[in-house]
């Protein structure tokens, strides 16, 4: 990805429910896009969530563990957000968004909720691009 | 105004809750699924598809700020 170059990507829509016991569902609409994690020989994609409320980039502690990650090699880190608080550990983990490559810290954990998503966050991803997230057209815009 | 295609998603609840998803090449289509990540990958793989799009779906799908 030149300078000039920018990335578009669609918004995901999901049907959600609000309240667990709920019937009625609702059509939402969240910012994730797909990149594909390096560590050593081995690699996969995943798809992500945008948030530039979170600090960190956070991802499942089963990626770390497919990847070959010794997790608790990192650097630890605690994770607070509405509900509580989890344990992590920071790996610098190569970043592939399209053709564009880098390296970047990500969290990983084991204790992430069943409810919630890998995120991208504040550290490792918007400190590297210019963010576009327009909801009324569904487009998300990266630019580096 | 004019709205981009979006990505649909709204088959994954409640079938796959809880567990990894591998997308087909049009980010739509799930080809595979599996409590376990390397499993649901390999099936993919299985598939024919080298770098699958994988996503874990929520065990529930309720409104959404980043919890933990």
New interface residues.
């Given amino acids: 990805m030149s300078a000039r170059t920018s990335l578009?990507f669609?918004?995901?829509?999901?049907?959600?429910?609000?309240?667990?016991s709920s019937r009625r569902?609702i059509?939402?609409?969240?910012p994730?896009i797909?990149l594909?994690l390096f560590y050593r020989k081995k690699?996969?994609?995943?798809?992500a969530l945008i948030?530039s409320?979170?600090d960190y980039n956070i991802f499942?502690g089963?990626?770390a563990?497919?990847l070959g990650i010794n997790l608790t090699s990192g650097s630890r880190r605690n994770?607070?957000?509405?509900?509580?608080?989890?344990k992590g550990y920071q790996h610098n983990i190569k970043i592939k968004i399209e053709d564009y490559i880098y390296k970047a810290p990500i969290t990983f954990s084991n204790?992430?909720?069943?409810?919630?998503?890998?995120?991208l966050g504040n550290k490792g991803f918007f400190d590297r691009f210019t963010v576009k997230l327009d909801y009324?057209?569904?487009?998300i815009q990266i630019r580096r | 105004?004019?709205?981009?295609?979006?990505?649909?998603?709204?088959h994954?609840?409640p079938r796959y809750a809880?567990l990894?998803v591998a997308?087909s090449k049009d980010?739509e289509r799930v080809v595979s699924s599996a409590k376990?990540?390397?499993v649901a990958?390999k099936k993919a793989k299985e598939d024919g598809l080298k770098?699958?799009?994988?996503?874990?779906v929520?065990?529930?799908?309720?409104?959404?700020?980043?919890?933990?």
């Avoid at chain 1, 009324?136 to 487009?139: D, E, L, Q, V, Y």
């Avoid at chain 2, 105004?1 to 979006?6: G, L, R």
């Avoid at chain 2, 309720?62 to 919890?67: D, E, I, M, Q, T």
């Fill in positions: 578009k669609p918004y995901s829509e999901f049907k959600i429910f609000p309240f667990s569902s059509r939402i609409f969240r994730i797909p594909t690699f996969a994609q995943f798809a948030d409320g979170a499942h089963d990626i563990a497919y994770i607070v957000g509405i509900g509580g608080e989890i204790q992430i909720p069943d409810n919630s998503l890998a995120t009324p057209s569904k487009i | 105004m004019k709205q981009a295609k979006t990505k649909d998603w709204t994954l609840y809880g990894w997308f980010k376990n990540l390397e990958i770098n699958p799009l994988m996503f874990k929520p065990q529930q799908m309720l409104p959404y700020v980043g919890s933990y």
